[in-house]
């Protein structure tokens, strides 16, 4: 039986006694559903986070590999990774709506996918509005938009919190370490380069090309950080960034102490952890050592 005809059972035979649900992704599609989505795959760990923040963990099916944030998110049907879901293992959740991203996504699968039958939206964002958007989008598309919009209000006041916290305050030189082999850094037009900005930093990092440029242990030297963020899956718990990087002890921030492991996830997907990342950034950039 071909993979299109599995969704029909579903999809197709019942009128629905909702308006049409219509909302614009970042590709510029126009997605409608009949009514508010019940079974959703979800192909990236950053959506999952955004399902379950809003209200819509319950109406989730599907997960990758990769989503393991909330807890919850394990007990849920895996389809496989973010570059190879299984499009039999997807079929077979019957799925009403499926929410990839532009970032881990791959585009032969996004082809694939939106000739399964079910509804197909992609999020991208890019910015902290950005994620508001999205969370926002999410709760309409799965019948969750008072919670959706309760959350970004929430997420909204902790930002500008955030924000006031640091105003006045001299700008902290900084680098994001995204992998220390080879050395790779947040570079500019990213969301996490936003956090650095606007938990007071000034992200070194930004002048070099595209958003996370390759750097050279002797351009760290040159610059002089006052703070490091390393992600935590660049660098163990307990490992020394001196001991990988001998010559950087006469950094300042190493000097100062400043060198500060945080986790991956948080940091880097553009979900509401976002902003637990900022208020950290802000603790770590701005409190004594």
């Not at 079974?39 to 990769?66: N, Q």
């Not at 309760?150 to 909204?156: E, I, Q, T």
């Not at 595209?210 to 040159?222: D, F, K, L, M, W």
Request: charged share 20%; hydrophobic share 50%; with cysteine.
């Amino acid at each position: 039986m071909p993979l299109a005809a599995a969704f029909a059972p579903v999809l197709f035979i019942h009128a629905s006694a909702f308006a049409l649900i219509t909302v614009t992704d970042d590709l510029g599609r126009r997605v409608t559903l009949e009514h508010p989505a019940a079974r959703i795959v979800s192909l990236a760990p950053s959506i999952t986070e955004c399902l379950f923040a809003i209200g819509a963990g319950s109406r989730l099916a599907g997960v990758t590999d990769f989503c393991n944030y909330p807890p919850e998110a394990a007990a849920r049907t895996h389809v496989g990774g973010m570059i190879n879901p299984s499009l039999e293992a997807i079929v077979a959740l019957r799925p009403d709506l499926i929410v990839l991203s532009m970032e881990g996504n791959m585009r032969a699968d996004f082809d694939r996918l939106t000739t399964l039958g079910a509804p197909v939206f992609v999020t991208n964002p890019r910015t902290l509005d950005g994620i508001y958007l999205s969370l926002e989008e999410l709760g309409t598309l799965a019948g969750t938009a008072d919670s959706a919009r309760a959350l970004v209000r929430k997420l909204r006041a902790r930002e500008s919190a955030a924000r006031d916290a640091v105003k006045g305050m001299p700008p902290v030189r900084v680098i994001a370490i995204v992998s220390l082999s080879p050395l790779i850094c947040v570079g500019a037009h990213t969301f996490i380069d936003e956090l650095l900005t606007a938990a007071g930093g000034t992200n070194i990092a930004r002048r070099g090309s595209g958003t996370y440029p390759a750097y050279s242990r002797e351009q760290v030297i040159a610059d002089d950080p006052e703070a490091i963020i390393v992600m935590s899956d660049a660098l163990a718990a307990g490992a020394s960034l001196e001991k990988v990087f001998p010559e950087w002890a006469s950094l300042a921030a190493l000097k100062q102490h400043r060198v500060f492991r945080l986790d991956g996830d948080m940091l880097a997907r553009p979900g509401p952890r976002a902003i637990d990342a900022l208020e950290l950034l802000v603790h770590y950039l701005h409190s004594p050592q």
